[in-house]
């Protein structure tokens, strides 16, 4: 069998798959405990939704989880009864980029907390750019939108910009008034980098609203532009620039729809007037278990891909 373990845990045997959700995986927020014990929750619900009971043999481990050290995803995976080699274990990159494409030629943009691309080449060859985290890098995230509407909000309580929607909003949602009150929220204990990602959601629905906000639609546009260059500058560095090639948009920041996606494809063809934004084949999850079932030597083939798709569709919160 084969295991793919993301915050859902997939299960591999016989051509069939059985997944269950677990608790966050990734150690470089969650901690290494935490991902561990996570990685074990998942697994193990898996193995039991599969029918495997006692001690679980695998051909080949993948688990995608930032952060997280292979010794403590292999301990996670023994803790649940699967014995075997050391599993492959690293970020989230490969997983998006076999989810979008399986084994194909292309690039995906990766846009959540955090934002990086990672793309293929027609040859194979697998190259990334971003992903350098929020100290200098992060551009386009939801943690990058989030310090743009807090500076925006900063400047407006210094009496530099005037009172907008924006503003507004997000004085109120933060429960602040003044300068003061706005240094102790951001900087005070429980307010971090994925708290300041959460702003994205009421500026991307400003920009999205019926009389959109033009400070959220900026920051918005601005965000779609970081990420369409990331996009395109991967697709000089893999050859396909000037050629028709496919670009593929996963994570949270996704889900803001419009607001993002819209400027995102026109700043795309901008850069890259024959990259063509498409849907990722499959939800993150699928990707995983396609890493993993490559690693165990099974062919990625056409039928297979198409077998996957209709179980993952079927699947709830997947």
Known sequence: MAAAVQQLCAAWTDGSWAWERGGP??????????????????????????????AAQVVAAYVSAPGL???SAAAGLAL???????????GDERSALYSSFAAGAGVVVLAGTGSFAIGRAPDGRVETAGGYGP????????YSIGVAGLRLLGRVLDGIAPWGPLARRLAADLG?????????????????????????????????????????????DAAAAALAELAAALGGKLGLSGSRFPVAMVGGLRQAGTPLMGPFERHLRQLEPR?????????????????????????????????????????SGV
């Open 25 to 54: 995986v990734n150690a470089l927020f969650a901690g290494e405990q935490t991902a561990r014990a996570s990685v074990a929750q998942a697994a193990h619900a898996a193995l039991q939704s599969a029918g495997v009971t006692g």
């Open 69 to 71: 050290a292979p010794a």
């Open 80 to 90: 649940a009864g699967i014995q075997g080699n050391t599993p492959t274990c690293e």
């Open 135 to 142: 100290v200098f890098g992060d551009e386009g995230s939801g």
């Open 176 to 220: 602040v008034s003044t300068p003061a009150e706005l240094r102790h929220r951001v900087y005070g204990n429980g307010f971090g980098r994925r708290e300041i990602a959460a702003l994205a959601v009421p500026i991307s629905s400003l920009a999205g609203g019926e009389r959109p906000d033009g400070e959220a639609c900026r920051i918005m």
């Open 275 to 315: 990259a063509q934004l498409v849907e990722p084949l499959l939800p993150p999850l699928g990707g995983a278990i396609l890493v993993a079932l490559e690693r165990a030597g099974v062919p990625l083939s056409e039928s297979l891909l198409a077998r996957l798709q209709q179980s993952l569709a079927q699947a």
